[in-house]
């Protein structure tokens, strides 16, 4: 087999963490040299191309008119270049030593997957559920049915001899402050649904969230419902350093990204989607990425010759994601029809979500450790599973101190922010 997931797999069949960029620039020429520079960093990686704004919400039109006056676009505008255009960007670029992803963000994506089909690849990203809630108001029927076509389209080129690659973003719902089950349940479910729709390549992710050894247990029950229920399709978990707000300080930022790759190495990942030291100011440069990635490497290298810790205990994220994702799959045999039922249902309901088609019911919070914990279920088929009492819910100053709290926690294991060597913070701090 060829294609990405293949890639993957063999990398990690040599003990090596792939790791990979969000990066995505206008103009041709520069996402050319963006993809080089990934390909030649000192790292197992594959390459991005990012999508920009315009085109994830299909105003094409608008795309067009910034290109034609040179105006910023924050992403590669694949269905905007002609094709012949993004061919010669991918031209002895992109092959089977160095495959590369279409990331886009789109709740209506047909145009995007047939721009990238006619460039020739057919690697890419996103879900029914997670790029439909978090994004904007495009009803969720409405995205089910569009992502249906859309993995149909993708899938139809198992018959030309590819293998697509897709990859669900459910376990990156809103980036921040939802608890690990609902993360599992909704990226399952959506690789579920890719499956129902033929794809057989497929990679569920889960994003860094605020205690490690929470997310070490969230990432041990994915991978178990993943061998489970996907048992006869080629699949791996790839985990996103933290989405929420990040640290300032360079230092801090790159302890955070380190810790990402070590966590994905204990977590048995595959894949790491990696963040720089510029996330909190601005756009993060070609270079300040490849030193992201070769960070990442070789903190994840190192990871894999420390002896494995023991598993972290069992505080009831699996029970939950398995009660959440049965619930579901008892609503229909096709996945879109269940996944639509149930956000009307309240039985998937993201907190914080302000999508019409989200109960808004349920709620977060953060323990002292860092540990997400439900404060509210709303209709959601876990209330007799969330152990102990519930917090309180938080008001607005809980909520913006919870939304800081890991870009608070790193920045203070680099209080100057000049940037020094993550072993000297651990040492200053008497962490490990």
């Given at each position: 087999?060829t294609g990405f997931g293949?890639?993957?797999a063999?990398?990690a069949d040599a003990?090596?963490?792939v790791?990979?960029?969000?990066m995505?620039?206008a103009e041709?020429?520069q996402?050319r040299d963006?993809l080089l520079a990934?390909r ?15 085109t ?6 608008a ?14 505008p694949i269905?905007?270049?002609p094709v ?8 002895g670029v ?7 992803q ?7 994506l047909e145009r ?5 089909l006619a ?5 890419t990203?996103?879900?029914?559920v997670?790029y439909c809630?978090?994004?904007g ?5 409405e ?5 249906r076509?859309s993995?149909?389209?993708?899938a139809s080129?198992r ?6 690659h ?5 376990g990156c719902?809103?980036g ?7 993360l599992?349940?909704v ?6 649904f ?8 497929i ?8 205690n490690?050894r929470q997310?070490e247990e969230?990432l041990?029950?994915?991978g178990?419902i993943a061998?489970?229920?996907l048992?006869?399709v080629d ?9 929420g ?8 930022a790159?302890?955070?990204l380190e810790d ?6 204990r977590g048995?990942a595959?894949?790491l989607?990696?963040k720089t ?12 990425n490849?030193?992201?990635?070769e960070?990442a490497?070789a903190?994840?290298t190192?990871?894999r ?5 023991a598993?972290p205990p069992?505080?009831?994220i699996?029970?939950e994601?398995r009660a959440?994702?049965g619930a ?5 045999a096709d ?12 039985y998937l309901d993201?907190?914080y979500?302000?999508?019409p088609?989200n109960?808004?019911r349920t709620r977060?919070?953060l323990?002292p450790d860092g540990?997400?914990?439900w404060?509210?279920v709303?209709?959601m088929?876990?209330?007799?599973l ?6 309180p819910?938080?008001g ?7 939304l800081?709290?890991?870009q608070?926690?790193?920045?203070g294991?680099d209080?100057?922010?000049l940037g020094?060597?993550s072993?000297?913070?651990?040492l ?5």
């Amino acid at each position: 087999m060829t294609g990405f997931g293949a890639f993957v797999a063999q990398a990690a069949d040599a003990g090596a963490l792939v790791v990979q960029p969000r990066m995505g620039m206008a103009e041709a020429a520069q996402m050319r040299d963006g993809l080089l520079a990934t390909r030649g960093a000192a790292a197992v990686t594959v390459g991005t191309i990012t999508l920009d704004s315009y085109t994830r919400t299909g105003d094409l039109a608008a795309a067009r008119r910034a290109l034609a006056v040179g105006a910023g676009l924050n992403g590669y505008p694949i269905a905007t270049h002609p094709v012949d255009v993004t061919r010669a960007v991918l031209h002895g670029v992109a092959d089977a030593g160095f495959p590369v992803q279409v990331r886009h963000g789109s709740a209506a994506l047909e145009r995007i997957f047939e721009a990238l089909l006619a460039a020739g690849l057919d690697a890419t990203e996103g879900g029914p559920v997670s790029y439909c809630l978090p994004y904007g108001r495009t009803p969720l029927h409405e995205a089910v049915a569009c992502w249906r076509r859309s993995c149909e389209l993708l899938a139809s080129m198992r018959e030309f001899g590819a293998e697509p690659h897709l990859e669900t973003f459910g376990g990156c719902m809103m980036g921040q402050l939802c608890p690990p089950s609902l993360l599992i349940a909704v990226s399952v479910l959506e690789a579920l649904f890719f499956r129902q729709h033929g794809l057989r390549s497929i990679s569920l992710s889960y994003a860094q969230q605020t205690n490690a050894r929470q997310d070490e247990e969230a990432l041990a029950a994915l991978g178990r419902i993943a061998d489970e229920l996907l048992a006869d399709v080629d699949s791996h978990l790839v985990v996103y350093a933290y989405m929420g707000v990040y640290p300032r300080s360079p230092g801090g930022a790159r302890l955070l990204l380190e810790d990402a790759a070590r966590l994905a190495v204990r977590g048995g990942a595959a894949r790491l989607i990696v963040k720089t030291t510029a996330e909190a100011h601005r756009i993060p440069t070609v270079a300040e990425n490849v030193r992201a990635l070769e960070a990442a490497a070789a903190a994840a290298t190192a990871e894999r010759t420390r002896p494995r810790p023991a598993a972290p205990p069992d505080t009831g994220i699996e029970a939950e994601a398995r009660a959440l994702i049965g619930a579901v799959l008892d609503l229909d045999a096709d996945l879109g029809r269940a996944l639509v039922r149930a956000f009307a249902a309240g039985y998937l309901d993201v907190p914080y979500c302000l999508h019409p088609d989200n109960a808004g019911r349920t709620r977060s919070s953060l323990g002292p450790d860092g540990r997400l914990h439900w404060s509210a279920v709303g209709s959601m088929p876990i209330a007799g599973l969330v152990e102990g009492g519930r917090p309180p819910i938080l008001g607005s100053a809980g909520l913006l101190s919870a939304l800081s709290h890991v870009q608070r926690r790193y920045d203070g294991l680099d209080p100057v922010g000049l940037g020094k060597s993550s072993l000297l913070f651990r040492l200053r701090s008497g962490t490990r």
